[in-house]
């Protein structure tokens, strides 16, 4: 059974900080991996999304990193600004199966201060 | 692009009491739909998938059930709710190809 964990549950940083937050999840034949933000009481909005074969994404100022040998991504913000605070979730799905069954991480909550 | 609509966005409902939750989707034909629940603080739990009108998979045993009625259209549905049953219900759906997911804003229900 796939489990993803997401550390550090909760990160509280100054603005203009660059920073990293962590995915790791136990089965590595993953098909795609998908970075999302949460605002409080929203739904989720899709960042990027990382196809198995691929090794990064980059928008804007974010950038995520898989590697699936290791079972770990990263998404990387630069620049931290207070508009970046949010909930941050990851999510794997398994090749073979229905494009849409992924598994959540509980997400890190980050806190940009101005 | 597509795009989900979810409704009612907040519910308040007393214990036994019935649910009804509905999630459309534009802008896309035959998708595979999904409801997903998050509980407080917590990742999301994938509850039910459809892949046509009449179609549904369950993932985990529970007092819900699901209905396709039409080709963009996914009901949650329940006769008789448990405290148990809030949290925050949300519909997703793959773009073909790539699968990223998206998502709709969200049904809040709170049983009292």
């Known amino acids: 059974k796939q489990e993803v964990t997401q550390i550090p549950a909760a990160l509280s940083v100054p603005e203009g900080e660059n920073l990293v937050l962590n995915c790791s999840f136990t089965d590595s034949a993953i098909y795609n991996l998908q970075w999302f933000r949460q605002d409080p009481g929203k739904g989720l909005t899709s960042l990027l999304l990382i196809q198995s074969s691929q090794r990064e994404q980059t928008s804007g100022r974010l950038n995520a990193s898989l590697d699936k040998s290791s079972g770990r991504s990263t998404l990387y913000i630069a620049a931290s600004q207070p508009g970046d605070s949010a909930t941050y979730l990851c999510a794997v799905s398994l090749p073979g199966t229905n494009a849409g069954k992924s598994t959540f991480g509980d997400g890190t909550t980050l806190t940009v201060k101005p | 692009s597509q795009t989900i609509h979810q409704w009612p966005a907040t519910l308040v409902q007393p214990v036994g009491s019935p649910l009804s939750l509905e999630c459309t989707v534009e802008g896309t034909s035959n998708p595979n739909l999904y409801w997903y629940r998050q509980a407080a603080g917590r990742g999301l739990q994938l509850l039910f998938y459809?892949?046509?009108?009449?179609?549904i998979s369950s993932e985990v045993p529970q007092n819900l059930s699901a209905s396709r009625p039409q080709d963009r259209q996914f009901i949650l549905s329940s006769k008789k709710l448990l405290l148990s049953d809030s949290g925050f219900y949300l519909c997703?759906?793959?773009?073909?190809?790539?699968?990223?997911?998206?998502f709709g804003e969200g049904s809040r229900l709170t049983v009292l």
């Open positions: 997703a759906c793959p773009l073909t190809g790539s699968g990223e997911l998206f």
């Open positions: 459809s892949v046509g009108i009449g179609q």
